[in-house]
């Protein structure tokens, strides 16, 4: 059994997945790709960087893009700790872990602390962030697929076990995980809120951030997403889907930004994750696409993904076994 029994005390108090920092080519690309596409709401520009929020959230910001010049980057993945006191706890327990914490200043939020996981992840923790208007009742404003709220991270790891194993220290619990036939992790899913993920991780070549997700209010939001990719050309970035994952039971569609960087829409999941009665659900790679339906994923999305500043990915030892489009077309039989 490779899950490790839940923190139910961690040293420090993690809320959520929060918000995430990428680097971009073209900032005015980004921003007609994100406003009209997602619906995400602009609430400032400063020194080269674009802060876009969900309808529903009363935060700054949760996207923060950033113009460079040196290819598209995944600089940080934002997690909230609960109080400021809880951001204390947190720098005291990573220097006792040896992971070098630093204190940094970050517009619109408060103190913020940098460190980078075991796994070679940057991470950024923040208690607070200047608190702006809740638009989820403004319909007037509301565009594209109406994201709503940053929900998750799908990060790929070459040991999704070390993965598993550090963030259970730190609370985090598995809804769901996927295991191979001799015992090796492929996947955990991870939260602190309420409902599966906060964050999720799959053994592959890493660490790279693979996409970021949003919620959006329905299916029929969800399609205009995707129809309105296609009138403004960015047809070609619905990368899989609208479908229906296995794991959570829910709709989604992936999508590729200008830049490269993966993102998904994803209907609110349907069960919550509250109760400790709650016990992590196994699943094996054959299992994963059981009870689903679209085509399998392209090639493209297991393989590709958003490398973080100054990190070199490792391969992984794990073997996924997934089924890929290309492969799934070419073993079918074309009756005349």
């Given at each position: 059994?490779p899950i490790?029994?839940?923190?139910?005390y961690?040293?420090?108090?993690?809320?959520?997945?929060?918000?995430?920092?990428?680097?971009?080519?073209?900032?005015?690309?980004?921003?007609?790709?994100?406003?009209?596409?997602?619906?995400?709401?602009?609430?400032?520009?400063?020194?080269?960087?674009?802060?876009?929020?969900?309808?529903?959230?009363v935060?700054?910001?949760?996207?923060?893009?950033t113009?460079?010049?040196?290819?598209?980057?995944?600089?940080?993945?934002?997690l909230?700790?609960?109080?400021?006191?809880?951001?204390?706890?947190?720098?005291?327990?990573?220097c006792?872990?040896?992971?070098?914490?630093a204190?940094?200043?970050?517009?619109?939020?408060?103190?913020?602390?940098?460190?980078?996981?075991?796994?070679?992840?940057?991470?950024?923790?923040?208690?607070?962030?200047?608190?702006?208007?809740?638009?989820?009742?403004?319909?007037?404003?509301?565009?594209?697929?109406?994201?709503?709220?940053?929900?998750?991270?799908?990060?790929?790891?070459?040991?999704?076990?070390?993965?598993?194993?550090?963030?259970?220290?730190?609370?985090?619990?598995?809804?769901?995980?996927v295991?191979?036939?001799?015992?090796?992790?492929?996947?955990?899913?991870?939260?602190?809120?309420?409902?599966?993920?906060?964050?999720?991780?799959?053994?592959?070549k890493?660490?790279?951030?693979?996409?970021?997700?949003?919620?959006?209010?329905?299916?029929v939001?969800?399609?205009?997403?995707?129809?309105?990719?296609?009138?403004?050309?960015?047809?070609?970035?619905?990368?899989?889907?609208?479908?229906?994952?296995?794991?959570?039971?829910?709709?989604?569609?992936?999508?590729?930004?200008?830049?490269?960087?993966?993102?998904?829409?994803v209907?609110?999941?349907?069960h919550?994750?509250?109760?400790?009665?709650?016990?992590?659900?196994?699943?094996?790679?054959?299992s994963?696409?059981?009870?689903?339906?679209?085509?399998?994923?392209?090639?493209a999305?297991?393989?590709?993904?958003s490398?973080?500043?100054?990190?070199?990915?490792?391969?992984?030892?794990?073997?996924?076994?997934?089924?890929?489009?290309?492969?799934?077309?070419?073993?079918?039989?074309?009756?005349?």
């Open positions: 059994m490790p029994d839940p923190v139910h961690p040293p420090f108090n993690i809320t959520r997945a929060g918000h995430v920092r990428v680097t971009v080519r073209d900032l005015d690309a980004a921003r007609d790709f994100y406003t009209s596409v997602y619906g995400l709401i602009v609430s400032d520009e400063a020194d080269g960087a674009l802060y876009l929020r969900g309808v529903e959230e935060c700054h910001h949760s996207l923060v893009l113009a460079a010049g040196d290819g598209p980057l995944c600089e940080r993945i934002g909230r700790v609960q109080t400021e006191e809880e951001l204390d706890k947190a720098h005291d327990w990573f006792g872990e040896g992971l070098g914490p204190w940094v200043e970050q517009p619109w939020q408060g103190r913020t602390l940098h460190v980078t996981d075991p796994c070679g992840v940057p991470l950024e923790l923040c208690a607070s962030m200047t608190a702006v208007p809740r638009l989820g009742s403004a319909v007037d404003r509301h565009r594209g697929g109406v994201a709503l709220r940053f929900d998750h991270f799908q990060i790929l790891v070459p040991d999704a076990q070390a993965a598993c194993d550090f963030y259970t220290r730190l609370g985090f619990r598995v809804s769901d995980y295991e191979t036939p001799d015992g090796a992790l492929v996947a955990a899913f991870m939260y602190r809120k309420d409902i599966p993920w906060d964050l999720v991780f799959f053994a592959a890493g660490p790279r951030m693979h996409h970021f997700a949003y919620i959006t209010p329905n299916a939001d969800m399609f205009r997403a995707c129809d309105i990719a296609g009138i403004r050309g960015y047809g070609e970035a619905v990368e899989r889907g609208p479908g229906r994952h296995s794991m959570g039971h829910v709709q989604y569609v992936y999508f590729r930004d200008p830049d490269g960087h993966r993102s998904e829409l209907l609110d999941a349907p919550h994750m509250t109760d400790l009665e709650n016990e992590p659900v196994q699943w094996t790679p054959a994963i696409g059981e009870k689903a339906w679209g085509l399998p994923a392209q090639r999305w297991f393989l590709e993904a490398r973080f500043p100054g990190v070199e990915p490792v391969e992984t030892s794990v073997a996924r076994g997934a089924l890929t489009l290309e492969d799934y077309l070419s073993a079918r039989t074309v009756v005349a």
